[in-house]
């Protein structure tokens, strides 16, 4: 006989919800007239998140004592909420902007899509509670299969199905190694609770920091930090733009936060290696993100680049290791997150008017032909780059802040010289948006005018909002930050 | 509240003219009024600000970020009260020419110019260092785009040169503020006590040296100041580069007094350097826009001379020099800006013989520039005498090189309104290059008032700026 143990429904119940819509999704595959099917897995989808975050946000209020719960396998509390809060928000834009971009030309699978995505971030809402190694693991493919199947919908399009095998195969490569890593610490302390690791491992058993050095590895490959970035551009590139947008910035946001809790919940006794690991990634990510960014004429690919380089800011904020570290994570995530999923939202508009790849030459004229996308664009882009525009501005303050405080003057200059740099590809958006002289605008467009896209032009609104609103409402949300930091032990 | 709505107003009615579909009309002429309005609302706090008291007037404090003590605090002294006059005066002026020469897609051009003008005040009056951080920050993200979209044909370069170099010195800025704001325990300007770190105190100035500019930090100069439209040179060089002077006198000299005076011949021998090398490259440039750029970097140099003397005499000179070079170099550039549209051109090589036939243009640059270059009775000549006394009682040497470079802008200057102005006629100057219209005269005219009355009275600000008139000790006291 199985002892099973007590269920908290509640504490999954964001998960439960996202599941539901997901299954539903998937029977209208079957049942729903293929006219409607597209509108059906939207409704669907649109549902599935906003219940998904109302039940988030009920989480977020009734959990402010944090504790684990389930055999001890997956954390309720505040950290975990803010986390599916944000997902759950990513999910709902990227419903939006899929109903109008995903295989638009075929038509076929849309439903299974929506189905897809529900499931992923069902998924990403259970890896950032996960309390345990064996749940962090199967949370974790659990995502990426769904991400890895969400890459290559397209499959008529040679790119969308590259851009799944090669997610694939390197994606395996970092769950192994963060499997790996996983059976060396368990094998080092005979434990897969993060909590119980923590005070059974030995600060100088050279099985466990090896094991920590492969989840590390692990991880850093789903944040796509360098060095272990080599898939980002590609997959970036190659992916349906809307999968795209989603994997920027939801991904990113579930990797640093289940990486926080692991590192600060199982591993503080090594925090004097791990923290001078992350410095040594973040450098690492700065610099190739930005200095790659530089030559890219693919807007999808400069994007990727960038988001590799703010992987270096978000670890610089990990690197502190503290409680201003946590907060300046979570603050950062926001506005980046908004601005991420925008700035792919536009360029897939732009490569469904053009019906070819977005480069610095064809979005030429973008500016003054769709005056709102284009204003939304280098709101994005000034904002990127930490100029007081939106959130990314006081999201840099933050991070920078909390190394100044953790000592590390060094890696403020680092991060300040590393932002230099990225201005350059991030105006030369707006230079090529805006600034282009007549003659270089006769850009061929496939013909008309270009498609109405209200769902796209409401989900690039709400990145706005976010990301504008996030500079001005700094307080309310480091308020929520720091409540969620509460349930890391410090 | 006054000074909120100063900072807002403009903002708020840029956001009306980016989302509302007004006609090109509706939109120049809203633009204008708000900026008129702005002036208005300047007036108003002038007449109301107390200059016998000491201390920040009109100040408001709102939450921002409240667990690393960084507030929304702004207010004004009483050099910042000029400077915010300088500021919506200029940017009425120059926004008016924008409408008056009618300026391609007026919804753009002209809701930039307005959050300009929000964003410059806002740096003028920003009492929180991050909050002075953001300002500084945003003033730039207009001027890229109004001299990318709507420079001459070199734009592109030009806006890149600027962008790179000034952003290069603002975010070393940032990280000398977070060092600074970390050890005092607050961001606050008013509240935060002195520090004594170089490294923080060479972060600010070098974001202050590149913006104002000084040598050799001005390399990026030349090239922006002849590629934008003459209305935004006109601000470039007449507002924002203040916002440079203005910071070392608010935050490097204020808030780092041991650093200031360990660097201090440093500091005045770059601010000579530029006075002179400018005066000295004035004197060669082939075109008005380029003489007027380069005094602009004299004159840049000139005040950094006076607020780093240190002295009563200095500051009061700088001060009255900030706003007085301000109005000249806008209306001087503007100027620049109606000869370019008569003539297609301001290379003198072209140019000569104007005057002939256009008596209102030519009162009125010959106006401007004597008054430039200082001739006796006029404001700018009050601020250079009381920079150079200032900087005497430093030591005597610097006002030796500060006299020469004076006597360097006479001639670049008289050269520049010979070459306009008399001499034979130029062969782009037709007979149809008429003179200055209504319009035109209806925004040059004003400035030129202003400085006419600075020089009447230029006590008014020179005696107007520090509380009590002692500004070494405000210095001292950290204003409060």
């Known amino acids: 006989m199985i002892h099973t143990p007590h269920v908290d429904w509640f504490s999954i119940s964001t998960i439960l919800a996202l599941l539901g819509a997901s299954f539903v999704a ?20 649109v549902l599935g998140f906003a219940g998904g975050l109302v039940t988030s946000v009920w989480l977020y209020v009734d959990s402010a004592n944090g504790h684990r719960v389930i055999g001890d396998a997956f954390y309720r509390d505040r950290w975990t909420a803010l986390g599916q809060i944000i997902v759950c928000g990513i999910g709902l834009v990227t419903a939006l902007v899929a109903a109008e971009q995903i ?12 189905s897809l995505l529900l499931a992923c971030a069902a998924g990403m809402a259970f890896f950032i509670g996960s309390a345990n190694l064996m749940v962090m693991f199967l949370s974790l493919e659990w995502f990426s299969i769904a991400l890895y199947v969400m890459c290559a919908i397209d499959y008529d399009v040679e790119g969308s199905l590259e851009a799944g095998l090669k997610y694939l195969v390197v994606g395996s490569f970092g769950s192994a190694a963060l499997l790996f890593g996983s059976a060396l610490v368990y094998g080092s302390t005979n434990r897969i609770g993060f909590a119980e690791i923590a005070h059974a491992g030995h600060a100088h058993d050279t099985l466990l920091v090896l094991g920590l050095a492969m989840v590390i590895t692990g991880l850093g490959f789903k944040s796509s930090a360098a060095p272990f970035h080599q898939w980002t551009p590609d997959v970036y590139e190659g992916a349906p733009t809307p999968v795209t947008a989603f994997m920027s910035a939801a991904t990113k946001v579930a990797a640093f936060m289940l990486a926080f809790r692991v590192l600060r919940t199982a591993f503080p006794q090594d925090a004097h290696l791990w923290t001078w690991a992350l410095a040594g990634i973040a450098i690492a990510s700065l610099a190739v993100g930005n200095f790659a960014a530089l030559v890219q004429r693919n807007i999808k690919r400069m994007l990727a680049y960038s988001s590799i380089s703010h992987a270096g800011f978000l670890l610089i904020a990990m690197s ?37 790849p977005v480069t610095l030459d064809n979005l030429a004229g973008f500016g003054w032909e769709r005056p709102f996308l284009g204003v939304a664009m280098w709101f994005f882009m000034f904002g990127f780059a930490g100029l007081p525009l939106t959130g990314g501005f006081t999201g840099k303050f933050y991070v920078f802040a909390a190394a100044y405080r953790h000592g590390w003057a060094w890696l403020v200059v680092v991060g300040v010289l590393a932002t230099l740099v990225s201005l350059w590809y ?51 949300l480091i308020d929520l930050a720091r409540h969620a930091t509460s349930a890391i032990p410090f | 509240m006054i000074t909120t709505v100063l900072i807002w107003l403009p903002i708020a009615a840029a956001i009306v003219v980016w989302v509302l579909p007004l006609s090109r009309y509706a939109t120049g002429s809203l633009a204008v009024l708000v900026s008129l309005a702005e002036v208005g609302v300047w007036i108003e706090q002038a007449f109301r600000f107390d200059f016998s008291k000491h201390g920040l007037q009109f100040s408001q404090r709102g939450g921002w970020i409240n667990d690393l003590h960084v507030s929304y605090h702004v207010g004004v002294y009483g050099f910042s009260l000029w400077l915010v006059g300088l ?37 003028f009056v920003a009492q929180d260092l991050l909050l002075f951080y953001a300002f500084f920050e945003a003033m730039l993200i207009p001027l890229y785009i109004l001299v990318g979209v709507w420079g001459g044909p070199g734009r592109l370069g030009a806006t890149i040169k600027f962008f790179i170099y000034t952003a290069a010195g603002s975010l070393l800025m940032l990280a000398a503020l977070i060092a600074y704001g970390l050890h005092a325990g607050t961001f606050d300007l008013v509240d935060g006590a002195p520090s004594f770190s170089r490294w923080i105190f060479l972060g600010f100035m070098l974001a202050f040296v590149i913006k104002a500019p000084l040598f050799p930090f001005h390399g990026w100069l030349p090239e922006t100041y002849r590629e934008a439209p003459p209305e935004v040179t006109a601000v470039l060089s007449g507002v924002i580069a203040k916002a440079g ?28 350097a530029a006075l002179v090398y400018g005066s000295l490259l004035a004197f060669r440039a082939p075109d008005l826009r380029g003489v007027v750029a380069y005094s602009s970097l004299a004159q840049s140099g000139l005040i950094a001379l006076g607020l780093f003397s240190g002295t009563n005499l200095g500051y009061d000179g700088a001060v009255l020099q900030m706003v007085a070079h301000g109005l000249v170099s806008t209306a001087l550039f503007l100027l620049a800006g109606t000869v370019e549209r008569r003539t297609t051109t301001d290379q003198f090589a072209l140019l000569g013989g104007m005057a002939k036939g256009r008596p209102a243009l030519a009162t009125l640059l010959m106006t401007c520039g004597i008054i430039s270059l200082a001739v006796p009775g006029s404001a700018n000549f009050a601020g250079e005498f009381l920079i150079l006394a200032g900087v005497f009682q430093r030591a005597w040497w610097w006002a030796a090189i500060g006299a020469g470079a004076i006597v360097l802008a006479a001639m670049y200057m008289l050269r520049a309104i010979s070459a306009v102005l008399h001499q034979a006629r130029g062969s782009v100057v037709t007979e149809e290059a008429l003179d200055l219209r209504l319009g035109e005269l209806s925004l040059i005219v004003p400035l030129v008032a202003g400085l006419l009355f600075l020089s009447a009275w230029p006590a008014g600000v020179s005696h107007h700026s520090f509380a009590g008139d002692q500004p070494v000790q405000s210095v001292k006291g950290q204003f409060r």
């Open chain 1, 26 to 45: 998937l029977l209208g595959a079957v049942l729903v007239p293929r006219a409607v099917r597209r509108m059906f897995g939207c409704a669907v989808a």
């Open chain 1, 103 to 114: 295989a638009h030309r075929t038509d076929d699978h849309i439903a299974e899509f929506f």
């Open chain 1, 320 to 356: 502190a290791a503290s409680a201003l570290g946590g907060r300046a994570m979570l603050y950062y995530l926001v506005p980046y997150s908004a601005m991420a999923f925008g700035s792919f939202a536009i360029v897939g508009a732009r490569e469904r008017e053009l019906n070819a």
């Open chain 1, 426 to 476: 991030y105006l030369a958006v707006v230079r090529a948006m805006y600034m282009r002289t007549s003659d270089e605008l006769r850009v061929a467009v496939a013909g008309g005018s270009p498609p109405h896209e209200p769902l796209l032009h409401a989900a690039v609104a709400i990145c706005m909002v976010v990301s504008v609103g996030s500079l001005f409402a700094v307080q309310p």
């Open chain 2, 87 to 123: 500021t919506v005066i200029a940017m009425a002026a120059c926004t008016s020419y924008g409408f008056w020469v009618g300026r391609d897609r007026p919804r753009a051009y002209f809701g930039l110019m307005l959050f300009l003008t929000g964003a410059t005040v806002g740096v």
């Open chain 2, 245 to 272: 002077t203005y910071g070392m006198l608010r935050i490097a000299i204020t808030k780092l007094p041991e650093p200031t005076s360990y660097y201090r011949t440093l500091i005045l021998a770059l601010a000579a």
